[in-house]
């Protein structure tokens, strides 16, 4: 990787991870038939929004690789927890079955990208020796 490239690296890892919580929470407003508009769209994306963040400067604090599967996990649980807790702090419904959702589609979502592009890292590797 270039040095250009490498700076590069974390902005579009994060960049990544906000598009994937933002379509979380558009399908997840969606499929609730609540709109689309900016102020709801703002207040279900904020929690998760902090959480993400919080997660993102866990992971630069310990100097992972942003895009390694581990900090994806990081990101998740961070996202996660903390999108929950300032959920129930903002007086936003925090239901089991939402809980469950919402790890299972971010977890997805985070760790996924991961995975999909050490796999294509690695064959892109192979495919060169």
């Known amino acids: 990787m270039t040095a250009p490239t490498a700076r590069r690296a974390p902005a579009r890892a994060f960049v990544i991870d ?14 609730h038939a609540e709109g ?5 769209l703002a207040t279900t994306l904020w929690p998760f929004a902090v ?8 992971v630069l604090g310990v100097r992972w690789p942003l895009p390694a599967i581990r900090s994806g ?3 998740v649980v961070s996202t996660v927890v903390l999108g929950m807790l300032l959920r129930v702090v903002s007086g936003q419904g925090v ?3 939402f809980v469950v959702v919402t790890v299972v589609v971010l977890a ?6 991961r995975a999909l592009a050490t796999l294509l890292r690695r064959r892109g590797r192979g495919a060169r020796a």
Do not use: C
């Open 18 to 31: 906000l598009a994937l919580v933002v379509a979380f929470v558009l399908i997840g407003r969606r499929s």
């Open 36 to 40: 689309v508009d900016p102020a709801g």
């Open 51 to 58: 959480g993400l963040v919080v997660g993102w400067l866990s």
């Open 73 to 75: 996990g990081v990101v």
């Open 95 to 97: 239901q089991p079955s």
């Open 108 to 113: 997805v979502f985070l760790v996924g990208w």
